[in-house]
């Protein structure tokens, strides 16, 4: 009797603890750690990124309600390679489990080494330049780059049929070193290209747009550089009116921002856009990220949301998976961030040995009365390019 | 190769312009307190600001908020000089840092309340081109901010050299101790100062607006420049600083045009030291630059 | 300032930090953070109180000892320690660039090297074979390992950027006290004077300037090696000059180690404390701090703290 007793117990004791041990290897609440610029120069963007971050966590605790929970803390680089660095090496001290974030390729440099060093998966969106994945760090992930923007600028001009280019571009790294990418693709297929570069004190382009007026007299001008760049670019050439097809720039101009503050401005010009705006989404997730992104922000999703989110869901899903493999404590998290294949809003994203998505390819979109229309590549497309055509 | 030069030269002349009319204020308490004011930049970001949040809160053309703007920044402006008349002791180096911190506090409560976004006036009248013989291309809002640019400093000016304020202004900064002894209030005079000081920088304010575009951290390039105009300008010498703008406007229209567009600050600057190399008190200063 | 105490902070510094915070990579790095700012605002408080002249654009011979020094440590293989020597003087080389602007007073030099700061920031960007251009230098290299202490890691580094701080202020104080030093506190009252007596202010003029630039350059080139990356935007940042003169306007700039205090306690305070309460505010409690501290006690925080002890002796007469 009392061995069978104290067989009954040890095997309820067993079952118990099992029952509560199996229990707590499930429910988890996970810390992403994030680093982005929300102070000095960097600030639009970095904010921008941060929404689309939150989104992603929001969701995930929606979806994985009960099992899982996402949390994420998030510390200020106010812009500084140093202040990147002291953030990720906080976040490390505070045990988060992956890093997402980072903008601007002279931050992201320092501060995924950082996070190299600390053994921390290092996700971004924000650092385009070649050099980042160049390093080999098994740690650093990123779901975009030069190459994707260079290429649908490059695709969409030839397709233009354009034989003489002008190219003006900012003197920043990322903006040259696209500007000179977009140069040599054009001049090795024949065209005739002229190329500018400006510093990013200049506010009257219009010495630069005459220059280009009058002794470039290209098709097509192509901008390199941001948003206050490209106000003044437009607004120099909108004065001056050269003899040109198309203005054709790259991030931050073919934005629902851009259309509501300059519509006198944008109108038929060109720019790399993941979706069109008013964005008309199909797709059950897409619909659930700008639902709840109108919801957390009371506003659409922008290109920059739309990065942050996708890059903190892919990090989010190799986490759990990770984690129910059971190596996620043992440094598993870059393997499994690694073996991504998904068809995310940017399209389909796969992780190569030096954490590069080289299927990323951008598109372009084109202002046309106050929305913003896809326009290449063909299959992409949700409309008719407006060509030759400009703001005046 | 003509109308390249004609047209640098212009677009050149038009910003020298707008760099004078923000580092006029400027120079107009350096020369009457000897204090650099390194806030000036962030009160004419406020005029523009205030342009910003009357254009669209309440659709209003930019111009009709000028009143309003006049009274925010001159408010600012006499608690900027409310703050720099209690310093006692070493004037010129602690009035710097006290400007320095109350523009950091300015530009960060400007980047709260108006986030960081780019702004600029969305009125088509300022953005259209307008044409000049044919040659010469500029955008509205650039003659008329250069034109009014020049019609308040002729103002200031003429108030200067002929009104009883005005002179006492100059007498102030000539000697101090001689002037009060002649009868001038030097706090009436160095707050009216600080006024008129508030009154330009709300144009420039408002002619940024409409013809550039603004953002938080632009507070501090424009006290730079403007103190760098000061500076070559001379000291005390309003036209010595529509003079270096121009110069320096047209430097780097021209480096635009001729050498490369990354270029254009350099050749700035270059201009900037070799003028204060050839004479070390600005284009227009009394010979006092000197070390005693 | 007061010998033991001097001591006692010597060895709270150099064994008590290590100590205490030797694990903990981010307050480390703060300080380090921290410690850089002070080497460039004690730099530029020698340059202002012996050499009489403010300037605005210490970052010129930050960015300048940077570039130097990491461009000859990855272009030309020079061991770290000796490039980072020859960052110093590689600024020091630049400020004889400068002398013309000695002739200028007050807010005409201030300028003038501002301007330099400028220009040397647009060459950097431009020259890009050798100094990589836009995107400036990354993976610089770091320190070695000296006597089996690595010091690329943190602590070694805290431990080099402390060194160099401590010698500039020692030095810094041992002209104060000389004979030169004398002649430099006569001169900044009345420079015709002095030369009447014979005393060649030019040239000590130039030589603090260069010895500013020299300390600053070496603080730069430091930097550049401890964070390993470097473009032109990060080296000539106007950070550089705006950060080390609040904090030595904050510490008390009359004074040596007033620099020092200052860089710490606006840095630290900031970073560790304001920065988690007021994510978004933060700096501008730093706009607030610098106009208390002008209003209040112009002197900055040095003179303020020494303030009581003087009343305490008052009272001991009376």
């Known amino acids: 009797m009392t061995r069978t007793l104290a067989n009954l117990a040890t095997v309820s004791a067993l079952a118990l603890s099992v029952a509560l041990g199996a229990g707590a290897a499930q429910a988890k609440d996970f810390l992403l750690g994030s680093e982005l610029p929300l102070t000095g120069s960097l600030a639009r963007v970095g904010q921008g990124m941060h929404e689309g971050i939150s989104v992603a966590v929001e969701m995930a605790n929606r979806n994985y309600a009960g099992r899982h929970s996402f949390k994420v803390q998030t510390i200020d680089d106010e812009t500084s390679p140093a202040k990147g660095v002291a953030a990720v090496e906080k976040l490390a001290g505070d045990g988060v489990v992956a890093i997402t974030g980072g903008y601007g390729s002279n931050i992201i440099g320092p501060a995924s080494e950082a996070a190299q060093k600390a053994g921390l998966v290092y996700i971004t969106s924000g650092g385009v330049s070649p050099e980042l994945t160049q390093r080999g760090y098994p740690t650093f992930f990123r779901i975009n780059n030069t190459d994707g923007y260079a290429l649908a600028m490059i695709g969409m001009l030839q397709d233009m049929g354009a034989k003489k280019v002008s190219i003006v571009y900012l003197n920043k790294d990322a903006t040259s070193s696209l500007a000179k990418q977009v140069n040599s693709a054009l001049t090795a297929k024949g065209v005739t290209v002229g190329m500018h570069e400006f510093d990013g004190s200049t506010s009257d382009f219009k010495p630069l747009m005459n220059k280009v007026k009058l002794q470039d007299r290209p098709d097509v001008i192509a901008m390199v550089g941001y948003e206050n760049d490209y106000v003044g670019i437009l607004r120099a050439a909108k004065v001056l009116k050269p003899q040109v097809k198309a203005m054709v720039g790259v991030w931050s101009l073919a934005t629902a921002q851009m259309a509501k503050e300059f519509p006198d401005l944008m109108e038929n010009v060109y720019g790399t856009s993941m979706l069109p705006y008013p964005v008309e989404f199909t797709q059950p997730e897409a619909v659930e990220f700008a639902a709840t992104y109108k919801t957390l922000f009371n506003k659409d999703p922008d290109y920059l949301g739309q990065f942050g989110y996708v890059q903190t869901r892919l990090l989010i899903d190799a986490v759990v998976r990770a984690d129910e493999a059971g190596t996620l404590s043992k440094g598993g998290l870059a393997d499994e961030l690694r073996k991504t294949d998904a068809n995310t809003l940017i399209g389909r994203v796969t992780f190569d040995r030096n954490g590069d998505n080289l299927n990323f390819t951008h598109r372009m979109g084109q202002h046309q009365g106050g929305k913003v229309v896809l326009v290449w590549p063909k299959d992409a497309a949700n409309g008719t390019m407006n060509f030759p055509s400009v703001p005046w | 190769m003509f109308e390249l030069t004609l047209q640098a030269l212009f677009s050149g002349l038009l910003a020298g312009g707008y760099y004078a009319t923000v580092a006029v204020g400027l120079a107009l308490v350096f020369g009457t307190m000897r204090v650099i004011n390194l806030a000036h930049g962030e009160l004419v970001l406020l005029a523009a600001y205030v342009a910003y949040a009357a254009e669209t809160n309440y659709g209003v053309n930019p111009a009709m908020a000028i009143p309003v703007a006049l009274v925010i920044v001159g408010t600012a402006s006499a608690l900027v000089y409310a703050l720099l008349s209690r310093i006692k002791q070493d004037r010129e180096i602690n009035s710097l840092i006290l400007t320095f911190g109350l523009g950091i506090i300015l530009t960060n409560a400007i980047l709260s309340i108006w986030k960081a976004d780019i702004h600029s006036t969305s009125d088509p009248w300022f953005q259209d081109s307008m044409v000049v013989a044919d040659t010469l291309f500029a955008m509205n809002a650039e003659v008329a901010s250069f034109a009014g640019g020049l019609v308040l400093m002729a103002g200031v000016w003429w108030w200067l050299n002929h009104s009883w304020q005005g002179r006492a202004v100059r007498a102030l900064s000539s000697n101090r101790a001689a002037a009060t002894l002649m009868g001038v209030n030097p706090r009436k005079i160095e707050i009216l100062s600080f006024l008129i000081a508030a009154l330009l920088a709300t144009f420039a304010g408002f002619a940024i607006y409409t013809g550039k575009t603004v953002f938080p951290a632009l507070g501090h390039v424009l006290t730079v420049k403007a103190f760098i105009i000061t500076v070559l300008a001379g000291m005390g010498s309003i036209p010595g600083v529509l003079i270096g703008a121009v110069m320096i406007g047209v430097i780097e229209s021209l480096t635009v045009t001729y050498l490369s567009a990354s270029l254009q600050e350099l050749a700035g600057m270059i201009l900037f030291l070799v003028v204060l190399f050839v004479s070390p008190s600005g284009l227009f200063g009394g010979g006092r630059a000197l070390a005693r | ?318």
């Open chain 3, 1 to 318: 300032m007061n010998r033991i105490l001097l001591i006692a902070a010597l060895v709270a510094a150099y064994v008590g930090v290590p100590l205490l915070f030797g694990g903990n990579a981010y307050v480390l790095g703060l300080i380090v953070a921290a410690l850089t700012i002070a080497g460039v605002a004690v730099a530029w408080a020698l340059l202002g109180n012996l050499g009489g002249m403010v300037s605005f654009g210490h970052a010129a011979f930050f960015g300048v000892g940077s570039y130097t020094s990491a461009v000859l440590a990855m272009k030309l293989g020079v061991p770290v320690f000796a490039a980072m020597l020859l960052g110093g003087v590689g600024a020091a080389v630049s400020s004889i660039a400068m002398l013309p602007a000695l002739r200028l007073r007050g807010p005409y030099f201030a300028l003038a090297i501002l301007a330099y700061a400028h220009i040397f920031q647009i060459l950097a960007t431009e020259m890009t074979p050798v100094t990589g251009g836009a995107g400036g230098l990354l993976s610089i290299p770091r320190f070695p390992k000296v006597l089996g202490l690595d010091f690329g890691e943190k602590l070694g580094g805290y431990l080099i950027v402390l060194t160099i701080v401590v010698l500039a202020a020692l030095a810094y104080d041992a002209i104060r006290r000389s004979t030169w030093g004398l002649a430099l506190k006569a001169m900044h009252d009345t420079e015709v004077a002095t030369r009447v007596v014979g005393v060649p202010s030019t040239h000590l003029k130039a030589a603090m300037l260069v010895l500013s630039a020299f300390i600053t350059g070496l603080v730069g080139a430091f930097n550049a090696h401890f964070i390993s990356f470097l473009d032109p935007d990060y080296a000539f940042s106007s950070g550089w000059t705006v950060l080390p003169i609040a904090a030595a306007i904050f510490g008390g700039y009359r004074t040596v180690w007033g620099p020092v205090v200052g860089a710490l306690s606006i840095y630290l305070v900031d970073q560790l404390l304001f920065k988690p309460i007021l994510p978004h505010g933060h700096q501008m409690i730093l706009g607030v701090l610098l106009c208390a501290m002008i209003l209040f006690s112009p002197g900055g925080l040095m003179p303020a703290l020494r303030r009581r002890p003087v009343k305490e002796n008052r009272h001991a007469h009376a």
